[in-house]
Protein backbone atom coordinates (compact mmCIF):
# COMPACT_ATOMS: atom_id res chain seq x y z
CA UNK A 1 0.00 0.00 0.00
CA UNK A 2 1.37 3.66 -0.82
CA UNK A 3 2.19 5.78 1.80
CA UNK A 4 -0.31 8.62 2.95
CA UNK A 5 1.99 11.13 1.45
CA UNK A 6 2.07 9.24 -2.23
CA UNK A 7 -1.60 8.75 -2.49
CA UNK A 8 -2.45 12.13 -2.21
CA UNK A 9 -0.06 13.04 -4.84
CA UNK A 10 -0.95 10.53 -7.13
CA UNK A 11 -5.14 11.83 -6.36
CA UNK A 12 -4.03 15.32 -7.05
CA UNK A 13 -2.78 14.36 -10.52
CA UNK A 14 -5.91 12.82 -11.69
CA UNK A 15 -7.43 16.06 -11.14
CA UNK A 16 -8.65 18.02 -14.44
CA UNK A 17 -8.16 21.22 -12.73
CA UNK A 18 -4.30 23.42 -11.77
CA UNK A 19 -3.18 22.93 -8.48
CA UNK A 20 -0.59 24.24 -6.25
CA UNK A 21 0.80 24.73 -3.10
CA UNK A 22 2.17 27.84 -1.58
CA UNK A 23 3.99 28.06 1.79
CA UNK A 24 3.28 31.43 3.83
CA UNK A 25 5.92 33.37 1.48
CA UNK A 26 4.25 32.44 -1.65
CA UNK A 27 6.51 29.79 -3.39
CA UNK A 28 5.55 26.77 -4.62
CA UNK A 29 5.99 24.23 -3.33
CA UNK A 30 3.96 21.55 -4.99
CA UNK A 31 2.27 21.43 -8.59
CA UNK A 32 0.00 18.84 -9.95
CA UNK A 33 -0.09 17.07 -13.52
CA UNK A 34 -2.37 19.39 -15.11
CA UNK A 35 -0.51 22.37 -13.29
CA UNK A 36 2.40 21.24 -15.41
CA UNK A 37 0.68 20.70 -18.61
CA UNK A 38 -0.88 24.00 -18.69
CA UNK A 39 2.95 25.63 -17.85
CA UNK A 40 4.32 23.40 -20.11
CA UNK A 41 6.68 22.10 -17.57
CA UNK A 42 7.93 19.42 -15.21
CA UNK A 43 7.41 19.72 -11.43
CA UNK A 44 10.81 20.25 -10.31
CA UNK A 45 11.18 23.43 -12.75
CA UNK A 46 7.63 24.90 -10.72
CA UNK A 47 9.27 23.99 -6.84
CA UNK A 48 10.63 26.94 -5.63
CA UNK A 49 9.69 29.19 -7.96
CA UNK A 50 7.45 32.38 -5.90
CA UNK A 51 3.99 32.67 -7.27
CA UNK A 52 3.96 36.75 -6.55
CA UNK A 53 6.95 37.01 -8.79
CA UNK A 54 5.77 35.67 -11.61
CA UNK A 55 2.75 37.71 -11.73
CA UNK A 56 2.90 41.05 -13.04
CA UNK A 57 0.19 43.11 -11.68
CA UNK A 58 1.08 46.45 -13.42
CA UNK A 59 -0.38 44.37 -16.99
CA UNK A 60 -3.17 42.69 -15.41
CA UNK A 61 -6.16 43.93 -13.25
CA UNK A 62 -7.17 40.79 -12.71
CA UNK A 63 -3.40 39.53 -11.93
CA UNK A 64 -3.41 42.45 -9.36
CA UNK A 65 -6.55 41.28 -7.71
CA UNK A 66 -5.41 37.89 -7.68
CA UNK A 67 -2.13 38.46 -5.51
CA UNK A 68 -4.50 40.92 -3.21
CA UNK A 69 -6.67 37.79 -2.44
CA UNK A 70 -4.10 35.66 -2.59
CA UNK A 71 -2.24 37.50 0.36
CA UNK A 72 -5.48 38.18 2.25
CA UNK A 73 -5.85 34.45 2.84
CA UNK A 74 -2.38 34.13 3.27
CA UNK A 75 -2.75 36.67 6.50
CA UNK A 76 -5.92 34.97 7.86
CA UNK A 77 -8.05 37.83 6.52
CA UNK A 78 -10.29 35.74 4.62
CA UNK A 79 -10.77 31.81 4.85
CA UNK A 80 -11.71 31.35 0.59
CA UNK A 81 -10.91 33.67 -2.23
CA UNK A 82 -12.66 33.10 -5.46
CA UNK A 83 -11.96 34.97 -8.99
CA UNK A 84 -12.87 34.56 -12.57
CA UNK A 85 -10.63 36.13 -14.75
CA UNK A 86 -10.43 35.65 -18.90
CA UNK A 87 -7.47 33.56 -20.09
CA UNK A 88 -7.07 33.85 -24.01
CA UNK A 89 -5.67 32.50 -26.93
CA UNK A 90 -5.52 33.35 -30.55
CA UNK A 91 -6.68 30.27 -31.14
CA UNK A 92 -9.48 30.19 -28.37
CA UNK A 93 -11.25 31.91 -25.62
CA UNK A 94 -11.07 30.72 -22.56
CA UNK A 95 -12.09 31.73 -18.46
CA UNK A 96 -10.90 30.02 -15.49
CA UNK A 97 -11.99 30.54 -11.69
CA UNK A 98 -9.25 30.62 -8.81
CA UNK A 99 -10.13 29.23 -5.81
CA UNK A 100 -7.24 30.17 -2.79
CA UNK A 101 -8.19 27.92 0.53
CA UNK A 102 -6.03 27.86 3.51
CA UNK A 103 -4.21 24.58 4.06
CA UNK A 104 -3.98 23.51 8.45
CA UNK A 105 -1.26 24.96 10.59
CA UNK A 106 0.35 21.30 10.86
CA UNK A 107 0.58 21.43 7.13
CA UNK A 108 4.11 22.01 5.44
CA UNK A 109 2.36 24.68 3.50
CA UNK A 110 0.11 27.72 3.53
CA UNK A 111 -2.62 27.60 0.78
CA UNK A 112 -3.95 25.93 -2.13
CA UNK A 113 -4.56 27.41 -5.74
CA UNK A 114 -7.07 25.74 -8.00
CA UNK A 115 -7.43 27.26 -11.24
CA UNK A 116 -10.47 25.65 -12.70
CA UNK A 117 -11.77 25.87 -16.39
CA UNK A 118 -14.81 27.20 -16.49
CA UNK A 119 -14.83 28.30 -20.78
CA UNK A 120 -17.90 26.32 -21.10
CA UNK A 121 -20.11 27.78 -18.27
CA UNK A 122 -18.61 30.68 -19.41
CA UNK A 123 -20.15 30.49 -23.04
CA UNK A 124 -23.14 29.43 -21.92
CA UNK A 125 -23.41 32.48 -19.67
CA UNK A 126 -22.59 34.67 -22.58
CA UNK A 127 -25.19 32.91 -25.11
CA UNK A 128 -27.44 33.34 -22.51
CA UNK A 129 -27.02 36.79 -22.10
CA UNK A 130 -26.74 37.23 -25.97
CA UNK A 131 -30.40 35.95 -25.66
CA UNK A 132 -31.60 37.98 -23.25
CA UNK A 133 -30.51 41.18 -25.28
CA UNK A 134 -32.02 39.69 -28.43
CA UNK A 135 -35.37 39.17 -26.72
CA UNK A 136 -35.54 42.31 -25.08
CA UNK A 137 -34.80 44.51 -28.58
CA UNK A 138 -37.20 42.07 -29.74
CA UNK A 139 -39.92 43.21 -26.83
CA UNK A 140 -38.86 46.78 -27.74
CA UNK A 141 -39.33 46.52 -30.93
CA UNK A 142 -43.00 44.79 -30.53
CA UNK A 143 -43.81 47.59 -28.55
CA UNK A 144 -42.98 50.19 -30.55
CA UNK A 145 -44.86 48.09 -33.00
CA UNK A 146 -48.04 48.17 -31.58
CA UNK A 147 -47.69 51.47 -30.18
CA UNK A 148 -47.02 52.67 -33.96
CA UNK A 149 -49.76 50.39 -35.47
CA UNK A 150 -52.42 52.03 -32.29
CA UNK A 151 -51.81 55.55 -33.31
CA UNK A 152 -51.06 54.94 -36.83
CA UNK A 153 -54.38 53.08 -37.18
CA UNK A 154 -56.00 55.42 -34.56
CA UNK A 155 -55.34 58.33 -36.93
CA UNK A 156 -56.43 56.81 -39.36
CA UNK A 157 -60.01 55.59 -38.34
CA UNK A 158 -60.64 59.13 -37.52
CA UNK A 159 -59.75 60.40 -40.58
CA UNK A 160 -61.86 58.12 -42.86
CA UNK A 161 -64.77 58.38 -40.27
CA UNK A 162 -65.35 61.96 -40.58
CA UNK A 163 -64.46 61.40 -44.98
CA UNK A 164 -67.95 62.01 -46.74
CA UNK A 165 -66.75 60.31 -49.96
CA UNK A 166 -64.14 57.76 -51.69
CA UNK A 167 -62.17 60.64 -53.27
CA UNK A 168 -61.95 62.10 -49.24
CA UNK A 169 -61.47 59.35 -47.83
CA UNK A 170 -58.22 58.23 -50.40
CA UNK A 171 -56.98 62.07 -49.89
CA UNK A 172 -57.12 61.98 -46.13
CA UNK A 173 -55.33 58.58 -46.08
CA UNK A 174 -52.18 60.06 -48.42
CA UNK A 175 -51.78 63.04 -46.34
CA UNK A 176 -51.86 61.57 -43.09
CA UNK A 177 -48.64 59.02 -44.17
CA UNK A 178 -46.94 61.28 -45.90
CA UNK A 179 -46.20 63.45 -42.61
CA UNK A 180 -45.11 59.75 -40.91
CA UNK A 181 -41.07 60.82 -40.13
CA UNK A 182 -40.10 57.72 -41.92
CA UNK A 183 -42.50 58.43 -45.29
CA UNK A 184 -41.54 60.51 -48.09
CA UNK A 185 -44.88 60.37 -49.97
CA UNK A 186 -48.04 58.12 -50.11
CA UNK A 187 -50.76 57.96 -53.31
CA UNK A 188 -53.54 55.86 -54.06
CA UNK A 189 -53.96 53.99 -57.67
CA UNK A 190 -57.21 53.37 -59.22
CA UNK A 191 -57.77 50.42 -62.16
CA UNK A 192 -58.92 52.40 -65.41
CA UNK A 193 -60.64 49.96 -67.74
CA UNK A 194 -60.42 51.88 -70.69
CA UNK A 195 -56.22 51.18 -71.12
CA UNK A 196 -55.79 48.65 -68.41
CA UNK A 197 -53.82 50.62 -65.96
CA UNK A 198 -52.93 51.78 -62.83
CA UNK A 199 -53.78 55.28 -62.53
CA UNK A 200 -53.22 58.32 -59.58
CA UNK A 201 -56.64 58.83 -57.73
CA UNK A 202 -55.10 60.78 -55.17
CA UNK A 203 -51.66 61.82 -53.92
CA UNK A 204 -50.19 63.19 -51.04
CA UNK A 205 -49.98 67.19 -50.56
CA UNK A 206 -46.71 67.69 -49.34
CA UNK A 207 -43.01 65.60 -50.09
CA UNK A 208 -42.90 66.23 -53.48
CA UNK A 209 -43.41 68.46 -56.72
CA UNK A 210 -43.21 65.44 -59.07
CA UNK A 211 -45.20 65.14 -62.08
CA UNK A 212 -48.68 62.79 -61.06
CA UNK A 213 -50.08 62.09 -64.68
CA UNK A 214 -48.70 58.57 -64.83
CA UNK A 215 -49.90 54.80 -65.86
CA UNK A 216 -49.13 51.97 -64.60
CA UNK A 217 -50.23 48.85 -66.92
CA UNK A 218 -51.73 45.91 -65.14
CA UNK A 219 -49.29 43.65 -66.65
CA UNK A 220 -46.31 45.10 -66.13
CA UNK A 221 -44.02 43.52 -63.27
CA UNK A 222 -43.97 46.68 -61.64
CA UNK A 223 -44.57 46.54 -57.87
CA UNK A 224 -47.88 48.22 -57.80
CA UNK A 225 -48.98 46.48 -61.22
CA UNK A 226 -48.06 42.99 -59.23
CA UNK A 227 -50.07 43.88 -55.85
CA UNK A 228 -53.48 44.96 -57.80
CA UNK A 229 -52.87 41.33 -59.23
CA UNK A 230 -51.79 39.16 -56.35
CA UNK A 231 -53.79 41.34 -53.80
CA UNK A 232 -50.47 41.15 -51.42
CA UNK A 233 -48.01 43.73 -50.55
CA UNK A 234 -44.86 44.27 -52.46
CA UNK A 235 -42.34 45.83 -51.37
CA UNK A 236 -39.15 47.48 -53.50
CA UNK A 237 -35.87 48.68 -52.46
CA UNK A 238 -32.73 50.06 -54.32
CA UNK A 239 -33.36 50.80 -58.49
CA UNK A 240 -36.30 51.95 -58.32
CA UNK A 241 -38.12 52.22 -61.09
CA UNK A 242 -38.44 55.99 -63.34
CA UNK A 243 -42.48 56.24 -63.31
CA UNK A 244 -41.85 56.09 -58.84
CA UNK A 245 -39.30 58.67 -59.16
CA UNK A 246 -41.34 60.74 -61.11
CA UNK A 247 -43.72 60.75 -58.71
CA UNK A 248 -42.48 61.01 -55.51
CA UNK A 249 -38.86 61.91 -56.32
CA UNK A 250 -35.27 61.27 -57.34
CA UNK A 251 -33.93 60.32 -53.81
CA UNK A 252 -36.45 57.75 -53.14
CA UNK A 253 -34.62 54.28 -51.86
CA UNK A 254 -37.58 52.49 -51.36
CA UNK A 255 -41.38 51.74 -51.36
CA UNK A 256 -44.44 49.43 -50.40
CA UNK A 257 -47.47 48.62 -52.01
CA UNK A 258 -50.24 47.90 -50.25
CA UNK A 259 -53.69 46.32 -52.18
CA UNK A 260 -56.73 47.59 -50.79
CA UNK A 261 -59.08 44.97 -50.46
CA UNK A 262 -62.28 44.21 -49.11
CA UNK A 263 -64.31 41.19 -49.95
CA UNK A 264 -63.89 40.54 -53.61
CA UNK A 265 -63.39 44.14 -54.87
CA UNK A 266 -60.07 45.67 -55.08
CA UNK A 267 -60.41 49.60 -54.47
CA UNK A 268 -56.98 50.36 -55.71
CA UNK A 269 -53.37 50.07 -54.18
CA UNK A 270 -51.68 52.42 -52.15
CA UNK A 271 -48.25 53.29 -52.39
CA UNK A 272 -45.97 54.46 -49.80
CA UNK A 273 -42.54 55.82 -50.02
CA UNK A 274 -39.46 56.10 -47.99
CA UNK A 275 -35.37 57.94 -48.26
CA UNK A 276 -34.00 54.56 -46.90
CA UNK A 277 -33.98 51.11 -47.83
CA UNK A 278 -34.57 49.41 -44.79
CA UNK A 279 -37.72 51.57 -43.87
CA UNK A 280 -40.50 48.14 -45.12
CA UNK A 281 -39.19 45.06 -42.59
CA UNK A 282 -41.92 42.81 -41.80
CA UNK A 283 -43.15 45.16 -38.49
CA UNK A 284 -43.24 47.87 -41.37
CA UNK A 285 -45.42 46.02 -43.38
CA UNK A 286 -47.27 44.73 -40.59
CA UNK A 287 -48.42 48.57 -39.66
CA UNK A 288 -49.46 49.52 -43.36
CA UNK A 289 -51.45 46.19 -43.98
CA UNK A 290 -53.29 47.23 -41.29
CA UNK A 291 -53.75 50.98 -42.43
CA UNK A 292 -54.80 48.87 -46.09
CA UNK A 293 -57.52 47.22 -44.50
CA UNK A 294 -58.64 49.76 -42.21
CA UNK A 295 -58.69 52.17 -45.50
CA UNK A 296 -60.26 49.36 -47.62
CA UNK A 297 -63.08 48.78 -45.15
CA UNK A 298 -64.14 52.36 -45.28
CA UNK A 299 -64.42 52.84 -48.70
CA UNK A 300 -66.16 49.76 -49.12
CA UNK A 301 -68.78 50.70 -46.72
CA UNK A 302 -69.14 54.41 -48.48
CA UNK A 303 -69.29 52.50 -51.92
CA UNK A 304 -71.67 49.58 -50.39
CA UNK A 305 -73.80 53.38 -48.89
CA UNK A 306 -73.82 55.05 -52.29
CA UNK A 307 -74.72 52.28 -54.43
CA UNK A 308 -78.05 51.71 -52.26
CA UNK A 309 -78.52 55.64 -52.37
CA UNK A 310 -77.54 55.74 -56.45
CA UNK A 311 -79.64 56.47 -59.35
CA UNK A 312 -77.03 56.12 -61.75
CA UNK A 313 -75.32 53.29 -63.54
CA UNK A 314 -72.35 52.44 -65.91
CA UNK A 315 -72.56 51.42 -69.42
CA UNK A 316 -70.08 49.00 -70.41
CA UNK A 317 -69.56 48.02 -73.85
CA UNK A 318 -68.02 44.55 -74.27
CA UNK A 319 -66.69 43.20 -77.44
CA UNK A 320 -66.52 39.02 -77.60
CA UNK A 321 -64.99 36.90 -80.24
CA UNK A 322 -65.21 33.30 -78.70
CA UNK A 323 -66.80 30.61 -81.16
CA UNK A 324 -67.73 28.96 -77.89
CA UNK A 325 -71.05 31.25 -77.59
CA UNK A 326 -73.57 30.15 -80.22
CA UNK A 327 -74.90 32.92 -81.34
CA UNK A 328 -71.07 34.45 -82.49
CA UNK A 329 -70.40 30.85 -83.82
CA UNK A 330 -74.10 31.42 -85.83
CA UNK A 331 -72.96 34.77 -87.34
CA UNK A 332 -69.78 33.77 -88.61
CA UNK A 333 -70.57 30.70 -90.05
CA UNK A 334 -73.65 31.88 -91.79
CA UNK A 335 -72.30 35.56 -92.23
CA UNK A 336 -75.30 37.06 -90.86
CA UNK A 337 -76.31 39.59 -88.52
CA UNK A 338 -78.26 38.93 -84.85
CA UNK A 339 -80.02 41.50 -82.46
CA UNK A 340 -80.80 39.85 -79.05
CA UNK A 341 -84.47 40.11 -78.14
CA UNK A 342 -84.05 38.91 -74.07
CA UNK A 343 -84.66 35.54 -72.53
CA UNK A 344 -86.61 33.59 -70.68
CA UNK A 345 -85.85 31.48 -67.63
CA UNK A 346 -87.38 28.57 -67.27
CA UNK A 347 -87.18 25.41 -64.56
CA UNK A 348 -83.95 24.05 -65.92
CA UNK A 349 -83.37 25.65 -69.55
CA UNK A 350 -84.14 29.18 -70.50
CA UNK A 351 -85.28 30.66 -73.99
CA UNK A 352 -83.14 33.33 -75.66
CA UNK A 353 -84.90 35.30 -78.62
CA UNK A 354 -82.84 36.47 -81.35
CA UNK A 355 -83.80 38.35 -84.94
CA UNK A 356 -81.34 37.31 -87.62
CA UNK A 357 -80.80 38.82 -90.87
CA UNK A 358 -81.99 35.53 -93.08
CA UNK A 359 -83.82 34.38 -96.13
CA UNK A 360 -83.43 30.70 -95.11
CA UNK A 361 -84.29 30.02 -91.98
CA UNK A 362 -83.81 26.67 -92.59
CA UNK A 363 -80.42 26.54 -92.53
CA UNK A 364 -80.37 28.82 -89.29
CA UNK A 365 -82.10 26.16 -87.34
CA UNK A 366 -80.10 23.45 -88.94
CA UNK A 367 -76.72 25.25 -87.98
CA UNK A 368 -78.14 26.08 -84.34
CA UNK A 369 -78.80 22.49 -84.12
CA UNK A 370 -75.95 21.11 -83.93
CA UNK A 371 -73.96 23.83 -81.56
CA UNK A 372 -73.44 22.15 -78.10
CA UNK A 373 -75.11 24.94 -76.42
CA UNK A 374 -78.52 24.73 -78.62
CA UNK A 375 -80.74 21.91 -77.12
CA UNK A 376 -83.61 23.17 -79.62
CA UNK A 377 -84.44 25.83 -82.12
CA UNK A 378 -87.45 27.28 -83.10
CA UNK A 379 -88.26 29.75 -86.06
CA UNK A 380 -90.92 31.77 -84.53
CA UNK A 381 -91.72 34.17 -87.89
CA UNK A 382 -89.73 36.27 -90.42
CA UNK A 383 -90.90 40.08 -91.76
CA UNK A 384 -89.16 41.08 -94.85
CA UNK A 385 -85.66 39.96 -94.03
CA UNK A 386 -86.18 39.62 -90.07
CA UNK A 387 -86.49 36.47 -88.35
CA UNK A 388 -87.25 35.98 -85.43
CA UNK A 389 -85.86 32.64 -83.59
CA UNK A 390 -86.02 31.10 -79.92
CA UNK A 391 -83.09 29.25 -79.14
CA UNK A 392 -83.47 26.71 -75.76
CA UNK A 393 -79.92 26.64 -73.65
CA UNK A 394 -79.28 25.07 -70.23
CA UNK A 395 -77.45 28.49 -69.37
CA UNK A 396 -77.32 31.55 -71.39
CA UNK A 397 -73.98 32.40 -72.22
CA UNK A 398 -72.70 35.92 -71.27
CA UNK A 399 -75.50 37.04 -70.11
CA UNK A 400 -75.94 34.73 -66.54
CA UNK A 401 -72.08 35.30 -65.70
CA UNK A 402 -73.07 39.28 -65.66
CA UNK A 403 -75.99 38.81 -63.78
CA UNK A 404 -73.75 36.96 -61.30
CA UNK A 405 -71.95 40.49 -60.87
CA UNK A 406 -75.13 42.34 -60.60
CA UNK A 407 -74.70 43.49 -63.97
CA UNK A 408 -77.82 43.58 -66.75
CA UNK A 409 -78.21 42.60 -70.31
CA UNK A 410 -79.64 45.48 -72.20
CA UNK A 411 -78.43 44.65 -76.13
CA UNK A 412 -76.53 42.27 -78.11
CA UNK A 413 -75.88 42.78 -81.55
CA UNK A 414 -73.74 40.13 -83.25
CA UNK A 415 -72.03 40.25 -86.64
CA UNK A 416 -69.75 37.26 -88.80
CA UNK A 417 -67.00 39.59 -87.15
CA UNK A 418 -68.20 39.77 -83.24
CA UNK A 419 -70.64 40.37 -80.78
CA UNK A 420 -71.15 43.89 -78.83
CA UNK A 421 -72.75 43.20 -75.33
CA UNK A 422 -74.11 46.26 -74.00
CA UNK A 423 -74.63 46.38 -70.56
CA UNK A 424 -75.88 48.47 -67.15
CA UNK A 425 -74.58 48.26 -63.69
CA UNK A 426 -74.54 50.27 -60.41
CA UNK A 427 -72.02 52.64 -60.91
CA UNK A 428 -70.43 51.62 -57.09
CA UNK A 429 -69.93 48.50 -59.14
CA UNK A 430 -66.17 47.57 -59.59
CA UNK A 431 -66.36 47.72 -63.35
CA UNK A 432 -62.89 45.78 -63.77
CA UNK A 433 -64.04 42.91 -61.39
CA UNK A 434 -66.89 42.39 -64.24
CA UNK A 435 -64.60 42.44 -67.29
CA UNK A 436 -62.76 40.35 -65.77
CA UNK A 437 -65.05 38.04 -64.51
CA UNK A 438 -66.18 37.39 -68.23
CA UNK A 439 -63.16 37.51 -69.46
CA UNK A 440 -61.95 34.65 -67.66
CA UNK A 441 -64.80 32.33 -69.42
CA UNK A 442 -64.01 34.24 -72.54
CA UNK A 443 -60.94 35.31 -73.18
CA UNK A 444 -61.43 37.08 -76.34
CA UNK A 445 -63.06 40.20 -74.99
CA UNK A 446 -62.39 43.62 -75.07
CA UNK A 447 -63.76 46.75 -73.34
CA UNK A 448 -64.94 49.31 -76.09
CA UNK A 449 -66.35 51.64 -73.90
CA UNK A 450 -67.52 53.15 -70.46
CA UNK A 451 -70.27 55.56 -70.10
CA UNK A 452 -71.82 57.02 -66.83
CA UNK A 453 -75.87 57.03 -67.43
CA UNK A 454 -79.00 58.38 -65.52
CA UNK A 455 -82.03 56.24 -64.83
CA UNK A 456 -85.48 57.05 -63.57
CA UNK A 457 -86.76 56.55 -60.12
CA UNK A 458 -87.51 53.30 -60.57
CA UNK A 459 -84.67 51.59 -62.77
CA UNK A 460 -85.39 49.38 -66.21
CA UNK A 461 -83.69 46.60 -64.28
CA UNK A 462 -86.45 46.83 -61.30
CA UNK A 463 -89.12 47.88 -63.29
CA UNK A 464 -88.57 44.66 -65.27
CA UNK A 465 -88.24 42.71 -62.05
CA UNK A 466 -91.01 43.72 -60.78
CA UNK A 467 -93.25 42.83 -64.07
CA UNK A 468 -91.58 38.89 -64.45
CA UNK A 469 -92.46 38.31 -60.93
CA UNK A 470 -95.92 39.04 -61.92
CA UNK A 471 -95.99 37.41 -65.17
CA UNK A 472 -96.00 33.61 -66.00
CA UNK A 473 -93.25 32.10 -68.04
CA UNK A 474 -95.67 31.19 -70.79
CA UNK A 475 -96.87 34.80 -70.32
CA UNK A 476 -94.12 36.52 -70.63
CA UNK A 477 -92.91 34.27 -73.73
CA UNK A 478 -96.32 35.13 -75.41
CA UNK A 479 -95.54 38.92 -75.14
CA UNK A 480 -91.88 38.50 -76.81
CA UNK A 481 -92.91 36.25 -79.45
CA UNK A 482 -95.47 38.63 -80.34
CA UNK A 483 -93.61 41.59 -79.97
CA UNK A 484 -90.41 40.56 -81.85
CA UNK A 485 -92.03 38.56 -84.26
CA UNK A 486 -94.49 41.42 -85.91
CA UNK A 487 -97.83 40.54 -84.07
CA UNK A 488 -98.42 43.89 -82.98
CA UNK A 489 -97.35 45.74 -85.85
CA UNK A 490 -100.33 46.93 -89.00
CA UNK A 491 -100.41 44.91 -90.76
CA UNK A 492 -99.33 42.05 -88.76
CA UNK A 493 -95.84 40.31 -89.75
CA UNK A 494 -97.46 37.12 -88.18
CA UNK A 495 -100.29 35.95 -87.27
CA UNK A 496 -101.60 34.11 -83.23
CA UNK A 497 -101.97 30.77 -84.83
CA UNK A 498 -98.33 31.21 -86.28
CA UNK A 499 -97.19 32.01 -82.64
CA UNK A 500 -99.23 29.27 -80.97
CA UNK A 501 -98.02 26.81 -83.05
CA UNK A 502 -94.13 27.75 -82.10
CA UNK A 503 -94.93 27.63 -78.83
CA UNK A 504 -96.63 24.16 -79.35
CA UNK A 505 -100.21 25.11 -77.77
CA UNK A 506 -103.66 25.69 -79.39
CA UNK A 507 -104.64 29.38 -80.98
CA UNK A 508 -106.87 29.91 -77.43
CA UNK A 509 -104.96 29.16 -75.17
CA UNK A 510 -102.04 31.60 -76.78
CA UNK A 511 -104.58 34.49 -76.99
CA UNK A 512 -105.37 33.91 -73.40
CA UNK A 513 -101.54 34.43 -72.52
CA UNK A 514 -101.24 37.04 -74.25
CA UNK A 515 -103.95 38.96 -73.12
CA UNK A 516 -102.86 38.41 -69.32
CA UNK A 517 -99.55 39.74 -69.74
CA UNK A 518 -100.75 42.58 -71.64
CA UNK A 519 -103.18 43.28 -68.84
CA UNK A 520 -100.65 42.79 -66.18
CA UNK A 521 -98.22 44.40 -68.24
CA UNK A 522 -100.43 47.88 -68.53
CA UNK A 523 -101.01 47.57 -64.62
CA UNK A 524 -97.92 47.43 -63.84
CA UNK A 525 -96.97 51.04 -66.36
CA UNK A 526 -99.66 52.68 -65.13
CA UNK A 527 -99.03 51.77 -61.38
CA UNK A 528 -95.48 52.92 -61.65
CA UNK A 529 -96.14 56.04 -63.76
Known amino acids: ?17 NVAVLDDDGTILVTNRAWQEFAGVDDGDMQGVNYFETTDVEADEYAAEAVAGLKDVMDGDRDLFTLEYPCHSPEEKQWFMMRVAPLPPEEA ?35 HLVDRLDGLIT ?7 TAGSRSEIQQTVVDRLATVDSYRFAWIAEFDVRDETLRPAAVSADGTDGETDVGIPMADDDPVAVAARTESTQVETGEIRAVHRTLAGEDVESLAAVPLVAGESLYGVLTVYADRGDVFDSRERAVLGAVGQAVSTAIDATETSRLLRADNFTELELQIRDDDIFFVSLARELGCRLEYGGSVAGDEESAMFFLVETDDPSTVC ?35 LLADRGAETRDIVVTPDHAVVTVMLPAATETRAVVEHVRDVYPGTDLLSVRDRDEPPMSRQAFLATLEDNLTNRQLTALRKGYLGGFFEWPRDVSGEELAESMDICPSTFHQHLRAGERKLLEAVFETW
Not at 155 to 161: N, P, T
Open 1 to 17: MKPPETLARSTLDTLPI
Open 155 to 161: AVVGDVM
Open 366 to 400: ATAADHPQVSAVTHVSTAESMSLFEFTVADPPVIS
Open 109 to 143: GSVVVAHVDITQRKLAELDAERRSEQLQAERSKLE
